[in-house]
C-alpha cells in the first residue's frame, strides 16, 4: 500500500447501539427526520428549459411498483408504454436510435407526466437529482450537482450553509455504529464552518481540511474517537496537479466528448502563460462557487464514512474534485475571456455526471488513493 497513511479496511464493529426511534401517537405512525440543504425545496424540474436532459443517454430503471402499474395501463397510452419498457430485473425504459427515452416527446416534455400524472412516474424520474442517505432515524438528502438547475441552485448560494428537517414516516436503514456516526457528525460540522470562514485562503483552508481528515482517520484506525481540530497547513511541499489530471482521462465516459474536452483543456492549462492567481483576481464570485462546491461534497459523501470507516478518501475525493472544477473553470476563462454562472454551472454538470453517477469511476478514484504515491495525502495537500 503505497499511501502514506497506514489505512486498513476493517468491519464495521459488531457492537451495535440500540436502535431507538420516535413514535408519533398523532399520525399512528413511527417517523423519522428528513434533514436537507435550506436550498433543497427550491429545487423544481425546468423541463423542456433544461438545455441538458436526464431523459436523453440514460437508461432510466423502473422500480417494480411503477412497472406493475405500466404492464395493466389500458389504451394506446399503454402499448406505447410497454413497447418503451424492458421489463426485467430492473426493468427500465429502452433507449431508442437518438439515445432519447422514446416517452420523452419532440418538446422534451415526458409521456408518463401528461397523459397518467406525476404521482405515476417512476421513483427515479419523480426524485432526480435528489439524492439520500438513511441513518436510523435521521434520512439526509440533498441536490445532485448532475443538473444544471440543481447546480445552478449550488453555486450561487451566499449565504452560510444551513438545514431544514421535518418529520416523515419511517424509513430502514442498514445498521451501524452511533457512537461513531455521532463522532463523525460532530467533524462534518466543523469542516463545513471551516470551509465559510471567510478569514482564511480558500486554498489554506482545503490544505487544512486534508490534513483533518488524516488525524480522524488515524483515530477511527485506532479506536480512539478524539475531538480533534483544524489548523492551519503552512509548512507544505507544492507538488504537480498534472498525474492526477491525466488519471482522470483514463476514466469510462458517458459523453464521447468528455474525455478529448478534457484533454483539451488540460493542454490548456498546461501552455497557459497566466497564473491561476491572476485567474482568481480577475474572477471574485469564483471561491464563492468552489466553496458550495468543497460544501456539496463533504454534506453528500464525509456520512458514508459510518459504513465504511474511510473518511479521508471522501475528503480527498472533495479535494482533488475541487481542483480540477477550479482549473476547467480557468480554461473556459483562457478561452472565452469571461466566466459566467451557466459556464460553471455547464462544466460542474458534465463533471458531476461523468464522476458522480458512474459506479465504476467512483470505484477507480477511491481505488486509487490506496494505489498510486500520486494521490497520497501530502501529494493532494501540495496541488493547493
Known amino acids: 500500500m503505497t499511501n502514506?497513511?497506514?489505512?486498513?479496511?476493517?468491519p464495521i464493529s459488531q457492537k451495535w447501539e440500540k436502535r431507538t426511534v420516535p413514535f408519533s401517537q398523532e399520525e399512528g405512525y413511527i417517523i423519522m427526520k428528513l434533514r436537507t440543504p435550506t436550498y433543497f425545496n427550491e429545487f423544481h424540474c425546468i423541463a423542456d428549459k433544461c438545455k441538458?436532459?436526464?431523459?436523453?443517454?440514460?437508461?432510466?430503471?423502473?422500480?417494480?411498483?411503477?412497472?406493475?402499474?405500466?404492464?395493466?395501463?389500458?389504451?394506446?397510452?399503454?402499448?406505447?408504454?410497454?413497447?418503451?419498457?424492458?421489463f426485467g430485473s430492473p426493468s427500465h425504459f429502452a433507449l431508442n436510435d437518438k439515445n432519447r427515452c422514446p416517452l420523452l416527446n419532440n418538446k422534451n416534455l415526458c409521456?408518463?407526466?401528461?397523459?397518467?400524472?406525476?404521482?405515476?412516474?417512476?421513483?427515479i424520474c419523480t426524485e432526480h437529482p435528489?439524492?439520500?442517505?438513511?441513518?436510523?432515524?435521521?434520512?439526509?438528502?440533498?441536490?445532485?450537482?448532475?443538473?444544471?438547475?440543481?447546480?445552478?441552485?449550488?453555486?450561487?448560494?451566499?449565504?452560510?450553509?444551513?438545514?431544514?428537517?421535518?418529520?416523515?414516516?419511517?424509513?430502514?436503514?442498514?445498521?451501524?455504529?452511533?457512537?461513531?456516526?455521532?463522532?463523525?457528525?460532530?467533524?462534518?460540522?466543523?469542516?463545513?464552518?471551516?470551509i465559510e470562514n471567510t478569514e482564511k485562503?480558500?486554498?489554506?483552508?482545503?490544505?487544512?481540511?486534508?490534513?483533518?481528515a488524516y488525524t480522524i482517520q488515524l483515530d477511527i484506525d485506532n479506536d480512539m474517537l478524539d475531538d480533534e481540530e483544524i489548523f492551519d497547513i503552512i509548512d507544505y511541499e507544492k507538488t504537480d496537479i498534472t498525474p492526477i489530471l491525466?488519471?482522470?482521462?483514463?476514466?469510462?465516459?458517458?459523453?464521447?466528448?468528455?474525455?478529448?474536452?478534457?484533454?483539451?483543456?488540460?493542454?490548456?492549462?498546461?501552455?497557459?502563460?497566466?497564473?491561476?492567481?491572476?485567474?482568481?483576481?480577475?474572477?471574485?464570485?469564483?471561491?464563492?462557487?468552489?466553496?458550495?462546491?468543497?460544501?456539496?461534497?463533504?454534506?453528500?459523501?464525509?456520512?458514508?464514512?459510518?459504513f465504511d470507516k474511510d473518511v479521508l478518501s471522501k475528503v480527498e475525493f472533495m479535494a482533488i474534485s475541487i481542483a480540477l472544477i477550479k482549473i476547467l473553470f480557468f480554461c473556459q476563462w483562457l478561452e472565452s475571456k469571461t466566466l459566467t454562472?451557466?459556464?460553471?454551472?455547464?462544466?460542474?454538470?458534465?463533471?458531476?455526471?461523468?464522476?458522480?453517477?458512474?459506479e465504476d469511476n467512483l470505484q477507480k478514484i477511491e481505488d486509487i488513493f490506496y494505489d498510486s504515491?500520486?494521490?497520497?495525502?501530502?501529494?493532494?495537500?501540495?496541488?493547493?
Request: negative net charge; proline residues 3%.
Open 201 to 212: 485562503n480558500f486554498n489554506l483552508k482545503i490544505r487544512n481540511i486534508l490534513w483533518y
Open 246 to 306: 491525466n488519471f482522470y482521462t483514463t476514466l469510462d465516459p458517458l459523453n464521447p466528448d468528455w474525455i478529448p474536452y478534457l484533454k483539451h483543456s488540460i493542454l490548456i492549462y498546461n501552455n497557459s502563460q497566466n497564473s491561476l492567481h491572476d485567474f482568481e483576481k480577475q474572477n471574485p464570485q469564483l471561491n464563492n462557487y468552489l466553496q458550495n462546491i468543497a460544501i456539496y461534497f463533504i454534506w453528500r459523501y464525509f456520512l458514508k464514512a459510518t
Open 111 to 123: 409521456e408518463v407526466y401528461i397523459q397518467l400524472g406525476e404521482d405515476k412516474m417512476c421513483d
Open 373 to 384: 504515491t500520486d494521490f497520497s495525502i501530502n501529494n493532494i495537500i501540495g496541488i493547493f
Open 130 to 194: 435528489r439524492y439520500y442517505e438513511w441513518f436510523n432515524n435521521l434520512k439526509e438528502g440533498g441536490i445532485g450537482l448532475c443538473c444544471e438547475e440543481a447546480g445552478r441552485i449550488i453555486l450561487s448560494q451566499k449565504q452560510p450553509f444551513t438545514t431544514i428537517e421535518k418529520e416523515i414516516p419511517f424509513e430502514d436503514a442498514d445498521t451501524y455504529d452511533m457512537e461513531l456516526f455521532n463522532y463523525l457528525l460532530n467533524c462534518r460540522s466543523k469542516i463545513i464552518s471551516h
Open 4 to 10: 502514506s497513511i497506514n489505512f486498513k479496511y476493517v
Open 341 to 358: 454562472l451557466e459556464d460553471c454551472t455547464e462544466i460542474v454538470k458534465n463533471f458531476s455526471k461523468e464522476i458522480e453517477y458512474s
Open 52 to 86: 441538458d436532459c436526464c431523459c436523453i443517454g440514460w437508461e432510466i430503471d423502473i422500480d417494480k411498483k411503477s412497472a406493475d402499474f405500466y404492464k395493466n395501463v389500458s389504451g394506446e397510452f399503454g402499448e406505447k408504454l410497454r413497447k418503451s419498457i424492458d
